[in-house]
């Protein structure tokens, strides 16, 4: 399948991102800093290629890790996106796109965070935290890996 190049942008409309997706699969991540600054699990599309931030002087930069980043705009507040230090990877909030019609609820981690309040009614892959985390580890552990 071809990558589709979508738009997202934050509420006031300042911060703009292009990004090719391979796919729409929506991810949900109910770790305790996403819901933090989500306000609730962070729903995000994966993106890796041609992701291009416009109107970086309103985007707000927040390192939440050593490996991570959260982006926002500065003039609306609006969470953005989440992504690796050497923007390889990005976690672009499904909610900024203009249009994710083909959006599917595929997966969700940091499961063993999530409040017992709600629940998503769709069928997921559903990872703890550890495992979303040993994904990382293992890569990197292997010999010329």
């Not at 305790?32 to 609730?40: E, F, L, T, V, Y």
């Not at 926002?72 to 499904?94: M, Q, V």
């Not at 599917?104 to 965070?113: A, C, E, P």
Request: charged share 25%; glycine share 8%.
């Amino acid at each position: 399948m071809a990558a589709k190049q979508l738009q997202a942008k934050c509420l006031c409309g300042g911060v703009r991102i292009d990004a090719d997706l391979d796919n729409q699969e929506v991810g949900a991540c109910h770790c305790d800093i996403c819901r933090r600054w989500a306000g609730g699990p962070f729903l995000a599309v994966e993106a890796s290629k041609n992701v291009v931030v416009a109107g970086t002087d309103l985007l707000g930069i927040y390192e939440s890790s050593g490996w991570g980043e959260r982006g926002f705009c500065n003039r609306c507040g609006s969470t953005l996106f989440w992504r690796s230090k050497d923007a390889a990877h990005y976690a672009i909030s499904a909610m900024a796109f203009d249009d994710l019609t083909e959006a599917v609820l595929t997966k969700q981690i940091f499961i063993d965070s999530k409040p017992d309040w709600y629940a998503f009614a769709n069928e997921t892959e559903s990872m703890t935290g550890a495992e979303f985390l040993a994904q990382f580890a293992s890569a990197e552990d292997k010999p010329n890996g």
